[in-house]
C-alpha cells in the first residue's frame, strides 16, 4: 500500500470517476493528490468539495506547466476521456492524443506505476467515436511499455454522473414524459462508481504488471427497468412512454443540430439498442469489494442529501 505522502496524480479529476476518486483519496488519508481537468465550472465544484487538493485546469492535448506536477509521483490515475460529442477530432484530441501527452510527461519524470481507467465499448459492436478512441487509446497507453494495468468498467453512475442515469434522472424532474426508444429492454449492465473507485485502489497498491480487468456491472438490468426503479427511488411521476426507433432518432437528429453539445447523440442511441454483454468476472473476490446492489446504489446516488444537489456541466 501506497504511504499517505506518495504523491499520485488523477487526469480527468472533475468527471464522473474523478471526483469520486479524489474523494476516495482523501477519505483514505492520501495527502498529496494532483488533480487535473479543463473544465473550470466543474474543477471549481472540485476545490469546494475536497478541499486540500491540487486542482490544476490543464488542457492535457496541450504541453504545459501542467507536466511539472507528475514531479514525484508514486502512480498516475489516468482517467480522462471525451464521452459524447458531435465529431471525431473532438474524441481524438481529448482520448488520444491526450493521452500521448500525459504518458511522456509519465515517462519524462519516471512514475512507476500507471492504472489506466478504459472502457467495456473496446469490446463492443458498436462502430462509434467513442468506441473507436477508446480502443486507440488503450493502444497508446500499450505501446508506451511503462507499468500499467487497464480497467474495462461498463456504464457507470454516482455522485456528480451528469451524462448517464444522472441526466435520466433530470430528465425526469423536468420533463412532462419520458421517451423510451422500442421496447426498451436493451440489457444494461449498470456499474456504481463508489464499487468501481475501490477498485481502482486496489490496483494502485497491488499494482499488478500488465493486468487486463472487465469490471463490469455484474446485474443485468434492462434499459426500461432502470429508469422504472429511479423513477420508483425518486418518487417521480413521469409517465414512461415507448417512442418507435425512428422517431427517437429523428428527435436527437434534431437535438443535435440545435444543441452545441447534446446530452445524447444519434450514435449513442445507436450503441444504446445493440444486444450484447460484456465479460466480467468476480471482481467482488479478487480485490476484496462488496458489489453494492444496483437499487441501494439508486439509492446512495439520488437521495444522498448533499451529493445528489451538485449537477456537473456537460
Known amino acids: 500500500m501506497l504511504a499517505p505522502n506518495d504523491k499520485v496524480v488523477v487526469t480527468g479529476a472533475a468527471g464522473l470517476v474523478g471526483q469520486n476518486l479524489v474523494r476516495h483519496l482523501k477519505i483514505r488519508g492520501h495527502e498529496s493528490v494532483i488533480a487535473l481537468d479543463k473544465h473550470p465550472r466543474n474543477t471549481a465544484v472540485l476545490r469546494a468539495e475536497v478541499p486540500g487538493v491540487e486542482v490544476i485546469d490543464a488542457d492535457l492535448a496541450e504541453p504545459g506547466e501542467w507536466e511539472r506536477s507528475f514531479e514525484g509521483a508514486r502512480v498516475l490515475l489516468l482517467n480522462h476521456a471525451q464521452i459524447s460529442g458531435l465529431s471525431y477530432e473532438e474524441f481524438e484530441r481529448n482520448n488520444v492524443v491526450s493521452t500521448r501527452n500525459v504518458l511522456r510527461a509519465a515517462r519524462d519524470w519516471e512514475v512507476p506505476y500507471i492504472v489506466h ?49 444522472g441526466w435520466l434522472r433530470r430528465f425526469l424532474d423536468r420533463s412532462p414524459l419520458f421517451p423510451v426508444p422500442g421496447d426498451g429492454a436493451f440489457i444494461r449492465q449498470p456499474l456504481y462508481a463508489g464499487d468501481f473507485c475501490k477498485i481502482v485502489l486496489a490496483c494502485m497498491d497491488e499494482q499488478p504488471q500488465g493486468a487486463v480487468f472487465d469490471i463490469s456491472g455484474r446485474e443485468e438490468i434492462t434499459y426500461i427497468d432502470m429508469i422504472r426503479i429511479i423513477r420508483r427511488v425518486t418518487g417521480a411521476k413521469t409517465p414512461i412512454v415507448r417512442l418507435p426507433y425512428p422517431v427517437f432518432w429523428a428527435l436527437l ?6 444543441l452545441r453539445d447534446p446530452p445524447f447523440t444519434t450514435q449513442q442511441l445507436e450503441a444504446l439498442v445493440i444486444p450484447e454483454t460484456f465479460p466480467t468476472f468476480d471482481w467482488p473476490a479478487r480485490f476484496g469489494v462488496r458489489q453494492t446492489p444496483f437499487e441501494e446504489a439508486i439509492r446512495a446516488t439520488f437521495l444522498d442529501p448533499v451529493h445528489s444537489r451538485i449537477e456537473l456541466e456537460f
Open 117 to 165: 481507467i478504459s472502457s467495456s465499448v473496446v469490446h463492443s459492436k458498436a462502430d462509434d467515436f467513442y468506441s473507436r478512441s477508446k480502443t486507440v487509446q488503450e493502444e497508446v497507453v500499450q505501446s508506451f511499455g511503462l507499468p500499467h494495468c487497464i480497467l474495462r468498467p461498463t456504464l457507470m453512475f454516482g455522485w456528480f454522473d451528469r451524462k448517464h442515469l
Open 253 to 258: 437528429w434534431l437535438a443535435g443540430k440545435a
